[in-house]
């Protein structure tokens, strides 16, 4: 199957600072890349969507400039978290979709987890 | 609005069968989803169901009827890895996911 990648694989950064993740599609070419968040026992929440090559479309809620995200080629995007506060400490799980025959399945990267003291 | 409704948990038996139910409201359907996720890790593709009727996958099976907007996932002999989050995801008229809240199923010896 289709393998996503995601680095780092955890992340502890002080508070104020900024944390770059990286996601990439390694064998398939990722036309769109989701960006999630999870809290601890809670469902994911998408944080925005982003197709290559265009801006990214946040969701209701979602801070654009506080969470930057690129998806410059097919096959990589990334999400800056700047000026991370302790309540940004999250586990950060991207996925990518690159249409397969009928299926628009998402393949998920290991996620993030973010830890900001 | 657009709303998934699964269970929040479950509890089952080694070996046994169990049935976690979805149902939905969204506005459109694409197709339903089912994941896994282990506890911290990101969730794993189980199952996507776009027309009615049971899609079988090994010990795994899904059911969809979208007149109903009804999904199951069933697993059969079960183990004690089976033990996770298993999540119900649909996907609506502009191709986006909206996910359930999860079903942690407990898998006891």
């Known amino acids: 199957g289709a393998v996503v990648s995601q680095h780092p694989s955890w992340v502890i950064c002080k508070s104020g600072t900024s944390v770059k993740i990286e996601c990439r599609s390694l064998?398939?070419?990722?036309?769109?890349m989701f960006w999630y968040r999870q809290f601890p026992k809670q469902s994911l929440m998408l944080m925005a969507t982003?197709?290559?090559?265009?801006?990214?479309?946040?969701e209701q809620g979602v801070e654009k400039d506080k969470f930057l995200i690129n998806h410059a080629s097919l096959t990589l995007s990334t999400l800056t978290v700047t000026s991370a506060h302790p309540e940004d400490s999250s586990f950060y799980i991207c996925?990518?979709?690159?249409?397969?025959?009928?299926?628009?399945?998402?393949?998920f990267g290991p996620g993030t987890r973010l830890t900001v003291t | 609005g657009q709303n998934i409704d699964q269970p929040t948990e479950m509890t089952a038996t080694e070996g046994a069968i169990v049935q976690i139910n979805c149902t939905y409201q969204?506005?459109?359907?694409?197709?339903l989803f089912w994941y896994q996720q282990h506890a911290g890790e990101a969730p794993t593709f189980l199952s996507y169901?776009?027309l009615d009727g049971l899609e079988e996958k090994g010990r795994f099976s899904s059911f969809l009827s979208r007149s109903k907007g009804y999904s199951y996932l069933l697993l059969k002999e079960l183990q004690m890895k089976d033990s996770a989050s298993y999540l119900c995801?649909?996907?609506?008229?502009?191709?986006?996911?909206?996910w359930g809240a999860g079903t942690k199923l407990i898998i006891k010896p």
């Open positions: 995801a649909v996907m609506d008229s502009n191709y986006q996911l909206i």
């Open positions: 969204t506005s459109g359907f694409n197709g």
């Open positions: 996925s990518a979709s690159g249409r397969t025959s009928d299926s628009y399945e998402q393949y």
């Open positions: 064998d398939f070419q990722a036309t769109t």
């Open positions: 169901n776009v």
């Open positions: 982003s197709n290559e090559g265009s801006k990214a479309t946040y």
